[in-house]
């Protein structure tokens, strides 16, 4: 082998040949230039690596999120459904509960109008069979009566309502009893078909409004009852109330 082809092989096979002929021929401090150089370049490429691979852990966490946020949507979504659903449900109640409303109450306006008409009829009828009663009564006890001269059909109930309180002195009162007018006498009957203390008191306290009513006395009062307490009977005795019962009972 020549000494050329030893020297290209030197150069090629021993770095600190390599090196000792260039700097020989100047290279020498560009060599070691390069040569650092290439570290660098080796270390950067490592720490680029690493970056490379902090990158990739990196976008694997934000691909990671990024379906995270995307099922987050999802469920986002799902739930706006489900609120605009329950919002149609609650319109749909709230329709119906205004309807049930009205209904309910156009039935207490009915109810209320057939209640007054109840009341009405009710008052009627306990008017009616008030005056039926009275005049039962007034049949069981028609032969004490005329003994005494007054003839049950002949006695009349006298209502009126008091405006202006100038007959019983209170104003609006409602009074009512049951009067005969004969031979120019004025008698006063209260008819009962039970009689207590406080009817006799009644009776007693109603003969002054008779009076002031029809503007003269009243000549007799009577109390006609089927059934009266034993300390009415000597209540109207003491009043000059005449007394026509069927029977006493115990105070």
């Known amino acids: 082998m020549g000494l050329r082809e030893d020297f290209l092989r030197l150069l090629e096979q021993d770095k600190d040949f390599r090196m000792a002929v260039a700097g020989y021929l100047g290279y020498r401090e560009i060599l070691e230039r390069l040569d650092r150089n290439e570290r660098l370049i080796a270390r950067l490429q490592r720490q680029v690596a690493k970056l490379q691979k902090q990158v990739d852990r990196m976008q694997r966490q934000v691909d990671k999120l990024q379906e995270q946020v995307a099922k987050m949507q999802e469920q986002v979504a799902k739930m706006q459904e489900q609120m605009r659903k329950m919002q149609e449900q609650m319109d749909k109640l709230l329709g119906l509960y205004g309807q049930l409303a ?5 039935v207490k306006t009915r109810l209320d109008k057939l209640e007054k008409k109840v009341e009405v009829t009710i008052g009627t009828m306990g008017r009616r069979w008030g005056r039926d009663l009275e005049l039962a009564v007034l049949e069981i006890f ?45 008698y006063a009957v209260e008819v009962k078909s039970y009689a207590d203390l406080e009817d006799v008191e009644v009776l007693h306290d109603k003969i002054p409004i008779v009076e002031r009513y029809y503007g003269r006395k009243v000549y007799k009062a009577y109390l006609v009852a089927v059934a009266i307490e034993k300390e009415a009977v000597d209540r109207a005795r003491k009043l000059g109330i005449e007394v026509i019962y069927g029977s006493t009972t115990p105070d």
């Open 142 to 186: 028609k032969e004490a009566l005329e003994e005494r001269g007054i003839e049950p059909g002949r006695v009349e109930k006298l209502r009126f309502k008091d405006v202006d309180g100038r007959y019983t002195g209170t104003p609006g009162r409602v009074f009512d009893i049951d009067v005969v007018a004969r031979d120019g006498g004025l």
């Open 102 to 106: 009205a209904e309910v109450a156009a």
